[in-house]
């Protein structure tokens, strides 16, 4: 089983910045591919960005060139570096992965974008 904890959330106005962290308490992190997705409110969850276990990254087109996905294995964590923040940003951020077929979610922080 795999647990996943979210934090770093909060209320920024526009332009600021917010990293959101997503620790995984465990020796099976370091094998693990992290997604991070969001959920705006009337809308469906959707994919944000994601980190392999080797350090590839891959991200939405809605958030290139905004953020930084990151890994530390020793301390079990992703991290999101988000930069110019949008109103449209505003949504719930949850991390997710799968292991041995079954997917795991954490249950979100929540992110606030003031115009």
């Known amino acids: 089983q795999v647990q996943l904890v979210e934090s770093g959330g909060g209320s920024v106005q526009a332009g600021g910045s917010l990293r959101l962290s997503c620790a995984a308490p465990g020796n099976t992190f370091s094998i693990l591919t992290i997604g991070w997705y969001r959920q705006a409110p009337g809308s469906q969850r959707e994919l944000v960005a994601e980190i392999s276990r080797g350090g590839i990254t891959n991200s939405a087109d809605s958030v290139k060139g905004r953020i930084a996905n990151s890994r530390d294995n020793a301390k079990n964590t992703v991290y999101l570096q988000m930069n110019s923040l949008k109103p449209e940003d505003t949504a719930v951020y949850y991390c997710?992965?799968?292991?041995?077929?079954?997917?795991?979610w954490g249950k979100g922080t929540r992110v606030t974008v003031s115009s």
């Open positions: 997710k992965t799968d292991y041995q077929e079954i997917d795991y």
